[in-house]
């Protein structure tokens, strides 16, 4: 089973930037597509974006398309998600998790999850 950890999150004005950083333990995720997620107290988890396992192909939630980049090392076991241009409304948990389903981004069909790490961005 692997275990995911994520950090990076943080208080930030808006307008600045971010870089959050998923890392796996326990067994590689190389092979595993990787998704970010986010949620905020009473609602849903959000997709933000994903990564196939070889990077070639990613996904990116219509809040976050132009602003954020997912990218992944996978030798270093470890996916990153790059976020810019930070809104007030970009606050919330960010998760990350292992995909179960290619193709789908819905929460269901992830896996894996991380605890979470804050992202707080002022106004």
């Given at each position: 089973?692997?275990?995911?950890?994520?950090?990076?999150?943080?208080l930030?004005?808006?307008?600045?930037?971010?870089?959050?950083?998923?890392?796996?333990?326990g067994r590689?995720?190389?092979?595993?597509?990787?998704?970010?997620?986010?949620?905020?107290?009473?609602?849903?988890r959000?997709?933000?974006?994903?990564?196939?396992?070889?990077?070639?192909?990613?996904?990116?939630?219509?809040?976050?398309?132009?602003r954020?980049?997912?990218?992944?090392?996978?030798?270093?076991?470890?996916?990153?998600?790059?976020?810019?241009?930070?809104?007030?409304?970009?606050?919330?948990?960010?998760?990350?998790?292992?995909?179960?389903?290619f193709?789908?981004?819905?929460?269901?069909?992830?896996?894996s999850?991380g605890?979470?790490?804050?992202?707080?961005?002022?106004?």
């Amino acid at each position: 089973q692997v275990q995911l950890v994520e950090s990076g999150g943080g208080l930030v004005q808006a307008g600045g930037s971010l870089r959050l950083s998923c890392a796996a333990s326990g067994r590689t995720f190389s092979s595993s597509l990787v998704g970010w997620f986010r949620q905020t107290p009473g609602k849903e988890r959000d997709f933000v974006a994903a990564i196939s396992w070889s990077g070639g192909s990613k996904w990116y939630g219509d809040s976050v398309k132009g602003r954020c980049t997912i990218s992944r090392d996978n030798a270093k076991n470890t996916v990153y998600l790059q976020m810019n241009s930070l809104k007030p409304e970009d606050t919330a948990v960010y998760y990350c998790a292992v995909g179960l389903r290619f193709g789908s981004i819905s929460p269901t069909d992830f896996g894996s999850w991380g605890q979470g790490t804050q992202v707080t961005v002022s106004s």
